[in-house]
């Protein structure tokens, strides 16, 4: 019997149906249609490049396996997607894509030196056992530089990130650090520097880890013994890029350990790229030899997008997954979300979402009602030293009697208060807590919570101000 693309395609669909969950299978691969099958190459429509890039991301190896079996180990997928976001009276119309050619980072072969090191050097990412250092860049091909929209929030980091790119190792910006808050792009940017170089030096090795997954990785050193066999691998990488060096806040062992690491990599030429939720002046409980040398480059901030890049980032989202709406409909969204490009593009997906999976036209009703749904789902990332400014301003402190070692009774309870708060919002250990709300330790940050909650029992009055307090931190 011939096969054709309806076959071959049900094929598919019954093996799929075997492998996935009940709602996936409804959600992302009832809708889809088999269109032509020529020599090895199976056409299927979408509705939209969002459904498009949705399946490259979460299904494509189930995908490829499926159609293997079906037509062989040359089998080729290609998608036709039919636009069905448009507006007025435009017709709709179809664009073809293959299915995504980007090969993963490849793995990077590196020639340990024996001498004075252990011979079986051991590489942290990796189960022990295994001989040959092979190492992950763990980096994300899918973070580019041509998807990081420059504006004037972001274009003195990502033109230094270009210029380390070009010259790794080579410039007056070693280290880079990237710093700003939450969702402005510093992992994107972070990750768009160690795609580039590795495009320009193949034979670089480049290394993307978070600090929390370094940590984990030195302590498990410390345990095992073999602290010089971690010093010694990452003294290999041409390009470190920590994400998140806040986190080694207060970790004193990780701090040592990476201040050799960095010595050793400024000394001999390598790159450092770093990021961070604040500057170096504003960290806390990092050492001071440290922190001078995250100085010794350039630090660079990543502002809140404006007007104008926010209007950019949307259309470049839009164009990307093939969908076309209304300009009013782009700058409602660009004015109603100004905190971050995270948030910005969670909204407009949402938006294209909606009208894709339910057929519905883009209307500002429909961008009005997912705007107004997200913006209220978004929470606040509530930091030590946003708690302390509430709590200052509400007792019309400032900040050093705040933090002062005074024992005057309602400058005691507002700070017993920045420490209940700090606990009930914050990830931060107790000992975190004590040290940035007026260098006091973990006990004292305890008995604060302690009174905190006794108080609120008993006195009517201060069970008001910390009402009042959580909801100026919930607003």
């Known amino acids: 019997m011939n096969k054709t693309a309806q076959s071959v395609w049900e094929n598919c669909l019954s093996f799929i149906k075997d492998n996935i969950a009940d709602q996936a299978y409804k959600t992302w691969f009832e809708p889809i249609k088999s269109v032509e099958l020529t020599d090895n190459a199976l056409y299927i429509q979408v509705p939209s490049k969002f459904f498009y890039e949705w399946l490259e991301e979460h299904y494509v190896k189930l995908l490829k396996v499926a159609l293997t079996k079906e037509l062989g180990k040359n089998a080729k997928l290609l998608y036709k997607i039919k636009m069905e976001n448009t507006y007025g009276n435009k017709q709709p119309f179809t664009e073809q894509l293959p299915s995504a050619n980007r090969v993963p980072m490849k793995p990077q072969d590196v020639d340990a030196p024996y001498k004075n090191l252990n011979p079986e050097l051991k590489n942290p990412f990796v189960i022990p056992g295994i001989r ?16 990081f929209l420059e504006g004037d929030s972001n274009r003195l980091a990502r033109s230094a990130g270009m210029a380390v790119a070009n010259k ?16 402005l792009g510093k992992t994107h940017l972070a990750h768009a520097i160690g795609v580039e170089i590795k495009d320009k030096y193949p034979e670089k090795t480049v290394l993307y880890i978070s600090a929390e997954i370094f940590t984990q990785q030195y302590i498990d050193s410390v345990k095992k013994n073999n602290r010089n066999d971690f010093i010694h691998f990452y003294q290999l990488i041409d390009v470190l890029i920590i994400d998140d060096v806040q986190f080694l806040s207060g970790k004193s062992g990780t701090q040592d350990v990476f201040f050799h690491i960095f010595n050793y990599l400024h000394q001999n030429g390598k790159q450092v790229i770093l990021t961070s939720d604040k500057a170096p002046v504003d960290m806390q409980d990092i050492e001071q030899r440290l922190l001078s040398r995250f100085k010794w480059g350039l630090s660079a901030e990543l502002h809140q997008p404006d007007y104008e890049t926010r209007i950019s980032i949307l259309k470049n989202i839009l164009y990307r997954d093939g969908v076309e709406i209304p300009d009013e409909i782009i700058e409602y969204v660009a004015r109603n979300i100004k905190s971050n490009v995270r948030e910005l593009e969670g909204a407009i997906i949402s938006l294209i979402a909606q009208s894709s999976f339910n057929k519905k036209e883009v209307t500002l009703e429909l961008a009005k009602s997912v705007v107004e749904k997200f913006v209220k789902n978004v929470k606040r990332e509530i930091s030590i030293d946003y708690i302390q400014k509430i709590v200052s301003d509400y007792f019309q402190l400032d900040l050093e009697t705040l933090q002062s070692k005074t024992r005057k009774r309602h400058i005691v309870q507002a700070r017993q208060l920045a420490m209940f708060f700090a606990k009930k919002f914050t990830k931060a250990s107790l ?6 709300i007026g260098d006091r330790d973990h006990a004292t940050v305890l008995h604060a919570c302690k009174t905190v909650d006794n108080l609120v029992a008993t006195d009517k009055q201060f069970k008001k101000f910390v009402e009042d307090i959580n909801k100026k931190l919930t607003l």
């Open 168 to 183: 790794p190792g080579g410039t007056s910006f070693n280290p880079l650090l990237i710093f700003g808050g939450v969702g």
């Open 431 to 436: 000992a975190n807590i004590g040290s940035q």
């Open 132 to 147: 040959n250092l092979k190492i992950e860049s763990q980096l994300n091909a899918n973070y580019s530089f041509d998807n």
